[in-house]
């Protein structure tokens, strides 16, 4: 619940002075009255900028309906989305007059291996069908929408919208997300508990953030306020654009709302399907270690940081290990026996560098570009850069991996 703290006017005024008699009275000297300034009849009052946001969204946002057909009866709930402009991916679907394209969040209209949990239980419930329906409520309209792509991984999604006028809608903006800052001004607009075309306002509180609740994670951490049904909405700069698909809150914490960044959510790759993670089978240091030492002197808990991380268990190859890893890197910190990086010889202390030409900055970079590569070339091997250390040598090392296909088991992982 939000406080709400109100402040009480008040008037604060000057006891007058007694008069003191004189004998002498001056002159009382005169200000000449200030020149009026002329009204300028061409001037308009300045419309505020979240006015003319939800001018411009209130025909693009939309709410969506997802009713899920199970083993034990129906169940709905509901999520936002926002149009966006099919014209710019006519080369990648094609899509008729009276079609449209919806962007959210993959967790308003897909469940993980199609089953739902048990309410008080733990025990999973089969999804049979899903059916969606996108309502604009701006006109008071509903469609019926089927799923296009979705990414579990990174939690984004596209609806096609059927049988609709293009004369209804408008389509949104997008943005370029990588270049936002802290504490730029940022709006929302969703369905918070239902309740269509809601705007909201705040910053961006901080930048490529990890909750460790996706696979794929580069939040960007919002101060505008979202609630269940806020799922979906857009995150937008304050020239209009989509930098964002909203998609979590914590529960319980005020102004602390999570985005994906409109880059991340790869509208090309949704567009093309389900979007597949692909097997590696490693894993890689996710943030980089904050050091206590110096950038060629480490400290005795950062080589023991590396020693809990890699297994390795020598202090000269720790220390080198700790030296070549000052700009960007990704330390193998996993592996899975009898997976594409064990086949090709990978091992747990590994540093990797590039990925496929690309550099690489942490683990997660590592497993965004991984991502990109499998559902775009999945039959190719990926070449792989990395460096590895014995002792004080340092031999680079290429590689070529071909990623496998994801089975329902890999799914836990």
């Known amino acids: 619940m939000m406080a709400v703290l109100t402040l009480s006017g008040f008037s604060l005024f000057a006891q007058e002075a007694p008069s003191t008699p004189t004998t002498e009275s001056k002159p009382v000297p005169t200000v000449p009255a200030a020149e009026p300034v002329p009204a300028n009849p061409e001037a308009k009052p300045k419309i505020d900028r979240s006015i003319e946001l939800y001018n411009e969204y209130q025909f693009a946002s939309v709410d969506i309906v997802t009713t899920v057909e199970t083993e034990i009866g129906k169940q709905a709930w509901l999520g936002a989305g926002c149009f966006i402009d099919k014209d710019q991916y006519k080369n990648i679907v094609s899509l008729k007059e009276n079609e449209a394209l919806v962007i959210t969040v ?12 048990k309410i008080g239980g733990h025990n999973f419930i089969k999804i049979l069908n899903y059916k969606y329906e996108v309502t604009l ?3 008071k ?3 019926n929408a089927e799923l296009v792509g979705w990414n579990l991984r990174n939690d984004t999604a596209i609806l096609k919208v059927k049988d609709i006028d293009k004369n209804d809608f408008k389509v ?9 800052s802290i504490g730029q001004k940022i709006y929302v607009i969703g369905s918070p508990y239902g309740v269509s075309n809601t705007i909201t306002d705040g910053i961006i509180s901080q930048l490529h953030q990890r909750l460790d609740h996706l696979y794929v994670e580069d939040w960007i951490q919002i101060t505008a306020p979202i609630n269940p049904g806020n799922s979906g909405g857009v995150l937008i700069n304050d020239a209009g654009e989509i930098v964002g698909i909203i998609s979590a809150g914590i529960r319980g914490a005020d102004g602390m709302g999570y985005a994906v960044p409109i880059n991340l959510a790869n509208i090309p790759q949704l567009l093309k399907g389900e979007v597949k993670r692909g097997i590696f089978g490693a894993e890689a240091m996710i943030e980089n270690f904050s050091r206590m030492g110096e950038a060629n002197k480490p400290k005795i808990q950062d080589l023991l ?3 809990d991380s890699t297994g390795i268990d020598d202090p000269t190859t720790l220390d080198t290990l700790y030296k070549n890893t000052v700009k960007k890197y990704a330390i193998v910190t996993q592996l899975k026996k009898d997976k594409p990086a064990d086949k090709s010889g990978i091992k747990k202390g590994d540093i990797i560098v590039k990925v496929a030409g690309k550099d ?7 497993r965004i570009t991984l991502i990109n590569h499998f559902n775009g070339q999945a039959d190719k091997p990926i070449e792989i850069d990395l460096l590895r250390i014995n002792g004080t040598n340092v031999q680079p090392i290429k ?3 071909t990623l496998e296909e994801e089975k329902d088991e890999d799914k836990d992982d």
């Open 137 to 139: 409520k701006s006109k």
């Open 106 to 117: 993959s967790h308003v209209v897909k469940n993980e291996k199609d089953k739902l949990i």
């Open 141 to 143: 309209r509903k469609y």
């Open 360 to 366: 690489i900055e942490n683990g997660m970079d590592l």
């Open 305 to 307: 940081e590396l020693y």
């Open 399 to 401: 590689i070529f991996v």
């Open 172 to 180: 949104a903006k997008i943005g370029n997300s990588d270049n936002l």
